[in-house]
C-alpha cells in the first residue's frame, strides 16, 4: 500500500517554478511532521524542508531558503513544495516524508532518520 506520492517533478529551466505534491494515505497525517528530502545524483539523500503537524512550524535547508515554499492542507492530506527560481543545483530526485513516531510536535527534524514513511520520489531535473 502506497503511503505517500509525490507528483509535479519535471524537466524545466533555470529560473522556473514547479509544484511538488504529496498525497498522504496515512491516518494520522494530520498529527504528524512532514519533510521534503532531495538526493542529487552521486550524492546523499539531503533536508530541503519541513512543516510541523499543524504548519505553523516550517524549516528549510540554506540552499533553498526565499526560493523553496513547504505548506500542506490537513483536510486533503497533502503537502506541497513550491520551488520558483529554479538553479541547475536543484536537480535531484524529491522525496516526502513522514515524522510518523512523533504526533502532534511542535518541532520539525532535518535528519532523514527521523522520518519512518517515504514516498517514492519524483524527479526533479533543472537544465542550464
Known amino acids: 500500500q502506497v503511503q505517500l506520492a509525490e507528483s509535479g517533478g519535471g524537466l524545466v529551466q533555470a529560473g522556473a517554478s514547479l509544484r511538488l505534491s504529496c498525497a498522504a494515505s496515512?491516518?494520522?497525517?494530520?498529527?504528524?511532521?512532514m519533510g521534503w528530502f532531495r538526493q542529487p545524483p552521486g550524492k546523499e539523500r539531503e533536508f530541503v524542508a519541513a512543516?510541523?503537524?499543524?504548519?505553523?512550524?516550517?524549516g528549510y535547508a540554506d540552499s533553498v531558503k526565499g526560493r523553496f515554499t513547504v505548506s500542506r492542507d490537513n483536510v486533503k492530506n497533502n503537502v506541497y513544495l513550491q520551488m520558483s527560481s529554479l538553479k541547475p543545483e536543484d536537480t535531484a530526485v524529491y522525496y516526502c516524508?513522514?515524522?510518523?513516531?512523533?504526533?502532534?510536535?511542535?518541532?520539525?527534524?532535518?535528519?532523514?532518520?527521523?522520518?519512518?514513511?517515504w514516498g517514492q520520489g519524483t524527479q526533479v531535473t533543472v537544465s542550464s
Open positions: 512543516i510541523t503537524y499543524n504548519g505553523i512550524t516550517t
Open positions: 516524508a513522514a515524522d510518523a513516531s512523533r504526533i502532534y510536535s511542535g518541532s520539525y527534524s532535518t535528519n532523514f532518520h527521523a522520518y519512518e514513511i
Open positions: 496515512i491516518r494520522t497525517f494530520g498529527r504528524v511532521g
